[in-house]
């Protein structure tokens, strides 16, 4: 009898053990899979960002003074190891001596709205987690073009140069 009642109290004991490891534990391993989540998404955003250079750069030569839009999952195929998991646009703006490039992407998690890019990189704190409503004035190019640049007498072009329609 005496045995039974020791083997319950180790029982105890042992349950009690795994039970402060686990809150210790779970809470840590949930931290580091989101902060893991958000390094992702920036260097995702940020090879976006190179690639749109790198495109860009290689078809400026007969390039207009105008404003660019690039979808990421259509136009930067050729420079970008696409994932389908991402969805975005990026702004390139080169009605100045210096080009400028403004960022739209998200994923199911986070989402970068207009961010202006030009020789950054993007970090944990430029992201916000993803709202969806924030997303349905952002489906097109036309679209993304207006809500960077409201004043219609700019043309915005698509990647081969041509105006884009509403």
Known sequence: MNNKGLNIVWILLILVL???ACILIIPNSIKMY???KKDIFVSYANDVIDAS?????????DRQSEIYVYELNKDLKDTLKIDNSY???IVIDVRDINV???LYIHNKDYQIIGKDVTGTK??????????KNDW?????????C??????????????EGYIIAQ
């Open 136 to 144: 349905l004035n952002l489906k097109n190019l036309y679209q993304v």
């Open 18 to 20: 795994i039970s402060i």
């Open 34 to 36: 989101n902060n893991l």
């Open 146 to 159: 207006r809500t960077y640049e409201k004043d219609v007498s700019f043309d915005c072009l698509n990647k």
């Open 122 to 131: 993007i970090t944990r704190n430029d992201l916000q987690y993803y709202n």
């Open 87 to 89: 969805e975005g646009f």
């Open 100 to 102: 400028k490039y403004i």
């Open 53 to 61: 250079d790198k495109t860009y750069t290689a078809s400026s030569s």
